[in-house]
Structure formats: structure tokens, C-alpha cells
């Protein structure tokens, strides 16, 4: 028997889970755990919700709520989704529990007073009006790129490009309007450029052979361009605070406290069942096993590894399976477009169908690379392969054995045999090997040929028709089809546990080892009696189907009448500070482009006040002859700012259409006087 800690990626507290959190990481972490579970293993399934960091933030300012408030109603609903799903946690937590608050800044204290980290000072973005400094999330501005006006301090959500900060052209913060000063601030950063032989040595050279090449090639990917040092706190008002004196207003980096939730978890499960958390951290016989998606694989593989390796007391990560993404109907699944199955909804319009969903996920699951949901192949594969394959045989093989002999498993010659039950002890082994290797998908495909094989044998032997001429046959065919549905019962639990326990159940079975299921053991023997199982499953019709599609097709309208670079409302402000804004009408005079600057034009403007210089960057959407006389409307009273070297004085009026092009805002009566005030 081995040991085994299997941890899940801790959701952010800041929205519902959709099929993609389910395809890519919580049910196949589950089937991996049952099944290791059903060979006598100790197994821990461990996860929680990960309730610090800007999309948390982000959400509670959106939604004019404390974080708190946030993590709070996030985290009951994933906890239920997943109870309601099946997912077999042996504990699931939170990054705001007191049990974590503590492990994390123990740890952080042990790498503190172990030298491991390197205190800095550098100059950060801070908004004077909000007294805060400003994540990079918090920081909007021009992409440097591409010109979309609504570019985040570290991408540029519209061209993808990764960027800083200082990139930004015309930076904003996102909590004032105002523009953000560089100011002195100190954190505690890991040197991961020390770890970067070990990690090489550790994954490259070590499992190169047994972890999936998303994830090695990842990983080569990273080690090639070099670590460096990378900070370990920020400047917030959420997190877990850094346990050091003088030091109010940093906390600990999300992705630093984030996967000790792992550990504080366990911690947390060991005190509820009085347990030792230790060995299934630090034995070195314990193997670990990340399950997450690929946008996670560098802070699994990378920077919790070496954070694990200067702490010292930890073991390290047997596997790291993760999982490419869940596309939606041939679309990325998008949360802030409404494009998603969300899981809780999904268990309110289809009750009783954990297993359908359960299901059609594996059989879709994005192994290897990005895969695809439709509902209407999930209606197929309910109909077509749960209904009229592996229900269907079960619910055959049940009516049959009470119709002809009571319920009783009928008596067969001591030496009788059948190629058919050779299958069973082969398919159990050609499932558990599939699961060892952590291929999901096809351990399912393997489930459904049993189911195949069982219909395809009954067919063939048709007992129905042959009850009165060859009644010894008869026994014997359904002794078979009795030992298949028996061995369905026990495989499918992994993948499919809700149906398995009914089937268990009507077979007044109870779950075996599942060495003794590839030994090929009879599971029921002669005389042993089973009830009539009801149906396990029943058809989805078009009607269901259409009204999640049309679901969908709703938010896709709704997305097409909605600016998708609109950027969320700002803070409210009272008529005093929006007198403040001086907005005139202006005639642009001249108009020429901004040498070395693709995006950027640089105009002289008539404001009727005077005539000034003003920099933007629209050079994409117009020409500067085109614009020369145009009348424009001028935010006056813009502080001047340097952009390439030239000082622009003001603003001019812009809106962007869906294409991504710009239009002016003017006045609809081109004789308004320069310098005429917008109001």
C-alpha cells in the first residue's frame, strides 16, 4: 500500500465553476483518487478555495462589496457544486481559514530566517487619490502595440501581448481616474534563478519520460529563458499579511500563499480526524500529484517546487497531469461573456444527470490538447451510449434474471466457461493501467466496450427466444451477462459513481479490491439474488437541448450589443468634482505622425483658449490629412504629460467601435465657436 496526496487547484473565490474547472482539473482528480482508493491505497484528495488576489479585488469593487463578502458566497457555492457533483474531497478549505493565515506565514517566516529570500527596494505604481499601490491589473492605459485603449498593466486582453506597467501609454489607475507616480516600496524576493539547475535536473533529466509533454515542454520553455529572482510579497489591503513587524500593508504573493492552502488543508483534516499531517508532506514514500490546467503549470512546477526546496522539510511532486482547456461549442469558454456551462446551473436544470455531465466531460477531457463541448453531443452521448448502451444492458440483464428465476443468479456446471468472462479480469487491468498513466479518457472508452460487449453478447444469444428450447443455455447467458453487469457495477465507480451505487446496490454487491476485479474473481456466484434495478438513466430531449443553446445564443447577442473593451464604471464622484472637468470644442489645425511610433499622431489644436500640442494614439484608425480641420471635443484641463519626448497638453474625445477602430466625439453643428464649453 502507498500513500498518496492529490491536490486540486484552489479556485478563485470570485465566480461560479463551469465545465471547464470540471473537465480540466476536479473530475479527473476525483477518478484518479477513487481509483487509487479502490486499490487499498491512503489517499488524501485535498483542495479549498483560493480567496486572495486582484480577481478578488476586482469583483468586491465591481460589485460595491468587502472581499470578504465575496469569498464568502463563492466559496459555499463551489464547496456544494462539488459535493453535489461526486468530487470525493477528504477535505476542502479555504486560503482565509486561520489554519492557513498561519501555515503560510510560518512558512514564509522559515525562508525569512533561513536567508532564502533578498529584500529590495524598487519604484512601484501608486495612485496618491486611493493611497495604494497598484497591482498591475490596476493600472490601465494605451497598448503600446496594438492602440486598445483598455490595456491592463500586464496584457493587453485584445493583441495578448505581456506587458509592464510603464509600457502603458497614458497608464490610469482603475480605483481614481488618476494617473499613477512611481514610489519606493520594499519586498521579499525568491531567487529562483538559484533553482534553476535543481528544477532542470528534477523534471528535464528525471521525468522526461513519465510526465506529459505539455507540461515537460512547458517547463523547458521557462528553464530556457532563464529564471529570475521574483517577489514574494505585495502591496495590498487583502491577503495574508507578512508576518513581520513594521511591515503593515504587504502581503504575501497570492501564488506564494496559494498552494500552501494545500498543506494548511491537510493540516486542517488531520485535526478534524485526528490525524498526523506530516507524512503526507514530508515522507519521502508519500507520492504527490498536482492536478490543475495548463495555465498553472509554471507556479506547480516552477515556484512551489522552490519554495518546497529552500524550505527543506518537503517532499516534491511525483506528477504534475495537467490539462489543456475546454473550448464551448467550438468558442473559448469566457466568464466575463457569459459563454459557459456553469456547473450549478447545470445541476438545476438537469437533476439526478451528475453522471451525464460526469460522462461527457471524460469523454471530451482535454488531455492532450484543447478539446470541445457541444450540447448536443452531450445529448448523443447521454441517449446513444448511457441510455441505449451501458443502461440498456444493465437494465436487460436485471428484468431478465427476475422475470425467468426470481432474482436469483441461476445455477451453471462446475467447468463451465465463457471467452466473455476472460474479458472481465482483461479489462480491469487495461482500465486500471490507463488510470496508472492518468489517461482518463481512454479508461472510460474501456468501461463502454465491457458495456458493448455485454449488449453484443446478449444480443447474440438472444435468451428471450430461447427460454423454452434451451433453457441450460439460458442459465448460462445469463449467468455471464450477470458477472458483466456485476463488473460494471465495480469499474464504473471511478468514472461514474452515482450510477455505480444504484447498480451495486440492486446487485446487493458491496465494492472488492480491484487487484482481485483483474484476478477475475466471480462477483456473483450462483444463488446469490439481485433486485430489479430501474432504469439508470433517461433520454434528454431536443427541448432541453435547445433551451441551453438558445441559452447561449442569448449571451451571444447580448455580447454583440455590448462593447467588449468597455472598461467596468469607475468610482462615483460627487457634482462638485465633475465641475472640475473643463471639456471645449477645438479645430484640429495640423496633424502629422510621431516619428518611431506606429500607434501615436501628434495634432496642434485651436481650443479657442489657445493653441496646443496633443499627443493620442489613434494613427491606426485615421490619416493626418483626413483630420485637419476637423472640429473635436478637448479635455482642457488634463495635466500635460511627456509621451516620445513631446508634451501633450490635453485630451481629445474618442470612443472605439467593435471593428477596434476609433471615432471622434464632436458636436453634431459644425459652426460651434472654438473653446465653447461641453456641458
Known amino acids: 500500500m502507498s500513500r498518496y496526496t492529490i491536490t486540486t487547484a484552489l479556485p478563485y473565490a470570485n465566480g461560479p465553476l463551469h465545465i471547464g474547472h470540471l473537465a480540466g482539473v476536479y473530475i479527473p482528480a476525483d477518478v484518479y483518487a477513487r481509483f487509487l482508493r479502490r486499490n487499498k491505497h491512503d489517499v488524501l484528495l485535498i483542495g479549498g478555495s483560493d480567496e486572495h488576489g486582484i480577481p478578488i479585488t476586482i469583483r468586491a469593487k465591481k460589485e460595491g462589496i468587502t472581499p470578504q463578502g465575496v469569498v464568502d458566497r463563492y466559496h459555499e457555492l463551489m464547496k456544494q457544486t462539488f459535493i453535489e ?61 496594438c492602440g486598445n485603449n483598455d490595456a491592463y498593466g ?321 442459465k448460462e447467458t445469463l449467468y455471464v451477462s450477470a458477472q458483466i453487469a456485476a463488473y460494471l457495477g465495480e469499474l464504473s465507480e471511478p468514472f461514474l459513481p452515482f450510477t455505480s451505487k444504484k447498480i451495486m446496490e440492486g446487485l446487493n454487491l458491496t465494492y472488492n479490491y480491484w487487484k482481485e476485479l483483474e484476478a477475475n474473481k466471480i462477483l456473483l456466484p450462483s444463488g446469490s439474488k439481485i433486485n430489479l434495478i430501474p432504469l439508470l438513466f433517461d433520454k434528454i430531449d431536443d427541448k432541453e437541448i435547445d433551451y441551453q443553446i438558445e441559452k447561449l445564443e442569448n449571451s451571444k447577442k447580448q455580447n454583440e450589443n455590448i462593447n467588449n473593451n468597455c472598461e467596468a464604471p469607475k468610482e462615483s464622484i460627487n457634482f462638485n468634482e465633475f465641475e472640475k472637468i473643463d471639456l471645449r470644442i477645438g479645430t484640429i489645425l495640423e496633424a502629422k505622425k510621431v516619428e518611431k511610433a506606429d500607434k501615436l499622431l501628434q495634432f496642434k489644436v485651436d481650443t479657442g483658449v489657445d493653441i496646443r500640442t496633443i499627443v493620442s494614439g489613434i494613427a491606426e484608425s485615421f490619416s493626418p490629412e483626413e483630420l485637419v480641420g476637423k472640429q473635436v471635443t478637448v479635455l482642457l484641463n488634463l495635466a500635460p504629460r511627456k509621451i516620445r519626448g513631446i508634451e501633450s497638453q490635453g485630451m481629445l474625445l474618442l470612443t472605439q467601435r467593435k471593428d477596434g477602430k476609433f471615432s471622434f466625439i464632436t458636436p453634431d453643428d459644425d459652426k460651434i465657436d472654438n473653446g465653447s464649453t461641453v456641458k
Open 85 to 145: 457533483l461526486g468530487i470525493s474531497y477528504d477535505n476542502y478549505s479555504r486560503t482565509t481559514a486561520p489554519i492557513h493565515i498561519k501555515t503560510a506565514q510560518d512558512f514564509f517566516l522559515k525562508l525569512y530566517h533561513d536567508g532564502k529570500f533578498i529584500e529590495k527596494e524598487t519604484e512601484q505604481y501608486f495612485d496618491e487619490k486611493a493611497k495604494e499601490f497598484l497591482a498591475d491589473r490596476y493600472i490601465v492605459g494605451i497598448c503600446p502595440k
Open 154 to 474: 500586464d496584457q493587453c486582453e485584445k493583441c495578448g501581448t505581456t506587458l509592464s506597467p510603464d509600457e502603458l501609454i497614458n497608464p490610469h489607475s482603475m480605483l481614481s481616474g488618476e494617473k499613477p507616480i512611481l514610489k519606493k516600496t520594499k519586498h521579499w524576493y525568491l531567487s529562483l534563478n538559484e533553482y534553476q539547475d535543481f528544477i532542470s535536473d528534477w523534471i528535464l533529466k528525471g521525468h522526461k519520460r513519465d510526465w506529459k509533454p505539455n507540461v515537460y515542454g512547458q517547463v523547458k520553455s521557462w528553464l530556457e529563458e532563464g529564471l529570475k529572482p521574483r517577489a514574494m510579497t505585495r502591496d495590498l489591503d487583502w491577503g495574508v499579511p507578512v508576518p513581520l513587524k513594521d511591515e503593515k500593508g504587504k502581503v504575501l504573493y497570492v501564488w506564494f500563499d496559494a498552494p500552501i492552502g494545500y498543506i494548511s488543508s491537510t493540516k486542517e483534516w488531520a485535526e478534524r480526524e485526528g490525524k498526523d499531517w506530516k507524512p503526507y508532506w514530508q515522507d519521502s514514500s508519500t507520492k504527490l500529484v498536482h492536478f490543475i490546467a495548463k495555465d498553472n503549470i509554471v507556479f506547480h512546477c516552477i515556484i512551489f517546487p522552490a519554495m518546497l526546496k529552500a524550505h527543506g522539510d518537503y517532499i516534491l511532486p511525483d506528477n504534475v497531469p495537467a490539462n489543456e482547456f475546454l473550448n464551448l461549442e467550438n468558442e473559448k469558454i469566457s466568464t466575463s461573456r457569459n459563454w459557459a456551462v456553469w456547473a450549478h446551473e447545470y445541476l438545476h436544470d438537469f437533476p439526478g444527470k451528475q453522471d451525464s455531465l460526469r460522462y461527457t466531460l471524460l469523454a471530451n477531457a482535454p488531455e492532450s490538447k484543447d478539446n470541445n463541448f457541444t450540447w448536443k453531443d452531450f445529448q448523443t452521448k447521454n441517449n446513444s451510449e448511457l441510455v441505449g448502451i451501458f443502461g440498456n444492458f444493465i437494465n436487460r440483464v436485471s428484468v431478465l434474471i427476475n422475470k425467468y428465476y426470481e432474482g436469483i443468479i441461476p445455477e451453471v456446471s462446475e467447468n463451465f466457461h465463457s471467452h466473455e468472462l476472460d474479458s472481465l479480469s482483461k479489462i480491469s487491468a487495461e482500465i486500471s493501467l490507463y488510470l496508472s498513466k492518468y489517461e482518463f479518457r481512454n479508461g472510460l472508452s474501456s468501461l463502454m466496450n465491457l458495456a458493448r460487449l455485454g449488449n453484443k453478447f446478449l444480443q447474440e444469444q438472444e435468451p428471450w427466444k430461447k427460454i423454452k428450447e434451451d433453457p441450460e443455455k439460458v
